[in-house]
């Protein structure tokens, strides 16, 4: 789990300009750098959690559409969000995975870990997308 931890980590590592969406980070500043790593690290821990989650649910394709999409759509919260930064964690989930593995990490298995993460990815654009406030019409 650790490795999976670090791999999803470079998420934010090689996107800096992705941190400026976490509003905390904004007030924090860069004095605080512990604060930001344990912010980091929480929400990687959300992540790897979803995917996890994700992956064991597939077996029951309705639970799994709730479930990914509504981590989707929870993004609405996150100012400045776009529904393509999830495809961010393709190649450091990728990364991941492979490191976890090792030897087991055969063309078989990345195939099969390339096309579960692509799927993950679509149903959490989708849920952002489908769930997404349209602008409220005013009466006049
Ligand atoms: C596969 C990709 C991602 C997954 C699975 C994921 C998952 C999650 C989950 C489960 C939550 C908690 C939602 C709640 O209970 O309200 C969350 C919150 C959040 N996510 Fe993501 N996320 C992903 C990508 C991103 C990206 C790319 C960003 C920013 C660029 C981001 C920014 C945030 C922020 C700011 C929050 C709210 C604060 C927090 O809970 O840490 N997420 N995410």
Sequence with gaps: ??????????????NEDLLQLFE???EIGSKHELT??????????????TLDEGIKSLGDVNAFFAYVRH???THH????????????IEQPFL???KTTLGDRYTDNIENIYILT????LEN?????????QKPVKTQT
């Design 1 to 14: 789990m650790a490795e999976k931890i670090t791999g999803q980590n470079r998420l934010f590592e090689e």
């Design 24 to 26: 905390k980070f904004q």
């Design 95 to 97: 990364e991941a995975a």
């Design 77 to 88: 919260q996150v100012p400045g969000f776009k529904a393509e930064y999830f495809w961010k």
């Design 117 to 120: 993460i692509r799927f993950i």
């Design 36 to 49: 930001t790593s344990a912010e980091l690290a929480e929400h990687a821990t959300k992540v790897m959690h």
């Design 71 to 73: 981590v989707g759509a």
């Design 124 to 132: 959490l654009v989708i849920g952002y997308e489908e769930s997404s």
